[in-house]
């Protein structure tokens, strides 16, 4: 079975090489740009954790799988061309390779992330017009809502906010269910926690989503594997702050010890790293908790279960 899933982790990376090469001037700049960023490799977590979900209910995955896999590491992609741009988290480093905006310049860049969101769009509403099911239509509404204004982009949103980087003329613009603390330069654990959710969590809960309504899966499985799915997120970028101290730089395939440099508020440079490392412990106890009621169905969730130590004690 472990061969079986390795085996189409090798075909889901023929299936991005595929989606993304455009029918006419393959050589164009834009293009050029995007396959640069998209098949530099990447631990493909989000394409990782939806094949997983969808074997949780059966061992062929549904026929709109690959597509939509690759949809939602593409969305993932773009999302890191622009936030590495200099208006944003400026990072010259990515995947082991100059970032995107360092490689061909800020403005293809920005149109490479740009062709990547819309290029995602194309290739799952494409699978479901293909099959026709609604099962398809609904896990392209979940990735759209994860992906969008009320998910990863508001989250991207609040951490520009936090940094003192998204203004409306001299006030920093932030809002949130618990406080108002930053509009006045002070940021909270629970503001910190919310911008994850959103920024980073969103779009392993539209991974996974996606897999569950792809798979048929009972409204009740889907909220089981949706609260895995927040809690995994939160887990994967506490994670990511703890390696950002700890790591270095040709092991992490990124710049290390920015966040610290340029006071951006994380779970380490809040809390600490022994706070930072229990919050993580917590996340992932969550994580297990939420796959409780799925055992309970009998479903098996052994490899979602592995994987949750597997990002929690990732090195890079």
């Known amino acids: 079975m472990k061969h079986k899933f390795e085996d189409a982790l090798m075909e889901f990376e023929r299936a991005?090489?595929?989606?993304?090469?455009?029918?006419?001037?393959?050589?164009?700049?834009?293009?050029?740009a995007a396959r640069y960023s998209l098949l530099s490799g990447g631990k493909r977590v989000r394409p990782r954790l939806l094949f997983m979900t969808c074997r949780l209910f059966g061992k062929d995955p549904p026929q709109e799988a690959m597509a939509f896999a690759a949809a939602i590491e593409m969305i993932h992609t773009y999302?890191?061309?622009?936030?590495?741009?200099?208006?944003?988290?400026?990072?010259?480093?990515?995947?082991?390779?100059?970032s995107c905006h360092r490689q061909f310049g800020e403005a293809t860049a920005i149109l490479a992330g740009d062709l990547l969101l819309n290029r995602a769009f194309e290739i799952a509403s494409a699978s479901?017009?293909?099959?026709?099911?609604?099962?398809?239509?609904?896990?392209?509404?979940?990735?759209a809502t994860m992906?969008?204004?009320e998910g990863m982009i508001l989250g991207q949103s609040l951490d520009l906010a936090m940094d003192g980087r998204c203004r409306e003329g001299n006030m920093i613009q932030y809002t949130d269910s618990t406080n108002t603390s930053a509009k006045d330069g002070l940021t909270s654990i629970e503001q910190v926690r919310e911008m994850v959710t959103l920024k980073t969590a969103c779009l392993i809960r539209a991974a996974v989503g996606a897999g569950a309504r792809l798979s048929g899966a009972s409204k009740d499985e889907e909220t089981s594997l949706d609260q895995f799915a927040a809690s995994l997120g939160l887990l994967f970028q506490i994670r990511d702050?703890?390696?950002?101290?700890?790591?270095?730089?040709?092991?992490?395939?990124?710049?290390?010890g920015k966040d610290v440099r340029d006071l951006k508020k994380t779970y380490v440079t809040l809390l600490g790293k022994e706070q930072a490392r229990l919050a993580l412990a917590e996340a992932a106890r969550d994580a297990e908790k939420a796959l409780d009621a799925l055992d309970e169905k009998g479903r098996a969730t052994s490899e979602l279960r592995s994987y949750i130590k597997v990002l929690e004690t990732r090195v890079s």
């Not at 991005?16 to 834009?30: E, F, G, S």
């Not at 702050?241 to 290390?256: F, H, P």
């Open 128 to 143: 479901c017009v293909k099959s026709g099911r609604p099962e398809a239509v609904s896990a392209l509404w979940w990735m």
């Open 16 to 32: 991005l090489d595929y989606y993304l090469t455009p029918a006419h001037r393959k050589d164009d700049t834009v293009w050029r």
């Open 147 to 149: 992906a969008g204004g």
């Open 79 to 98: 999302s890191l061309i622009h936030d590495d741009l200099p208006a944003m988290d400026d990072d010259d480093f990515r995947r082991g390779q100059p």
């Open 241 to 256: 702050d703890i390696l950002d101290v700890v790591s270095d730089k040709e092991l992490l395939g990124k710049t290390i």
